[in-house]
Nanobody, 119 residues
Framework: QVQLVESGGGWVQPGGSLRLSCVVSEDIFRSSTMAWYRHVSGEAYELVARITVGNIRYYVDSVKGRFTISRDAAANSVYLQMNSLKIEDTGVYFC?????????????WGQGTQVTVSS
């Protein structure tokens, strides 16, 4: 059974920090590049950070220097440390593989975790 369970979101003021966590099915985690995606209602899912099995990282320009993605094989988990948060970081954050998983011809997403940055 596929497991993508995100947590750690919340409300924070601009300049604040949050740490997102995602527990992943072991077989998927151990063989996949993992990523965090941001979704804002009415817009496409945006990949904001990804990390390979070998810990090579990529960040979209808008989060470089502020977000850090990491993975822990012992916990089958991927994390996103978000610092110096901006209002435009607001959205629902999902973890997934790269590319995102397709199950029964549809992209599979977990429940996501809401991040709201506002004053």
């Amino acid at each position: 059974q596929v497991q993508l369970v995100e947590s750690g979101g919340g409300w924070v003021q601009p300049g604040g920090s949050l740490r997102l966590s995602c527990v992943v099915s072991e077989d998927i985690f151990r063989s996949s590049t993992m990523a965090w995606y941001r979704h804002v209602s009415g817009e496409a899912y945006e990949l904001v950070a990804r990390i390979t099995v070998g810990n090579i990282r990529y960040y979209v320009d808008s989060v470089k220097g502020r977000f850090t993605i990491s993975r822990d094989a012992a916990a089958n988990s991927v994390y996103l440390q978000m610092n110096s948060l901006k209002i435009e970081d607001t959205g629902v954050y999902f973890c997934n593989t790269v590319p995102a998983m397709i199950i029964r011809s549809r992209t599979y997403w977990g429940q996501g975790t809401q991040v709201t940055v506002s004053s």
